[in-house]
């Protein structure tokens, strides 16, 4: 059984930062890509960033040059550093992981940032 579970939410004053991680148990996700998601109050869940097996990336315009995601193979484990954090960043963030089609994604945590 796959499970995801993120840690490292909380409140920020803006400018501030906070690591996110995101362990995965039940499956290897070395040759797989890794993705963050968050969702904000009313709004829909859009993706933040990727990881790809190889270690290439993706971002959201909005968090380009602020955020980095990276992985740890041997730890199952991808992490979110964000950095000068926005109140627009707030918002609850899922990892997710696609095997066979089927989306995985864990029960979140949540992120407020402070003006």
């Known amino acids: 059984q796959v499970q995801l579970v993120e840690s490292g939410g909380g409140l920020v004053q803006a400018g501030g930062s906070l690591r996110l991680s995101c362990a995965a148990s039940g499956t290897s996700f070395t040759m797989r890509a890794i993705n963050w998601y968050r969702q904000a109050p009313g709004k829909q869940r859009e993706s933040v960033a990727t990881?790809?097996?190889?270690?290439?990336?993706n971002y959201a315009d909005s968090v380009k040059g602020r955020f980095t995601i990276s992985r740890d193979n041997a730890k199952n484990t991808a992490y979110l550093q964000m950095n000068s954090l926005k109140p627009e960043d707030s918002g609850v963030y899922y990892c997710?992981?696609?095997?066979?089609?089927?989306?995985?994604w864990g029960q979140g945590t949540q992120v407020t940032v402070s003006s």
């Open positions: 997710n992981l696609r095997i066979t089609g089927i989306d995985y």
């Open positions: 990881i790809f097996s190889r270690g290439s990336t």
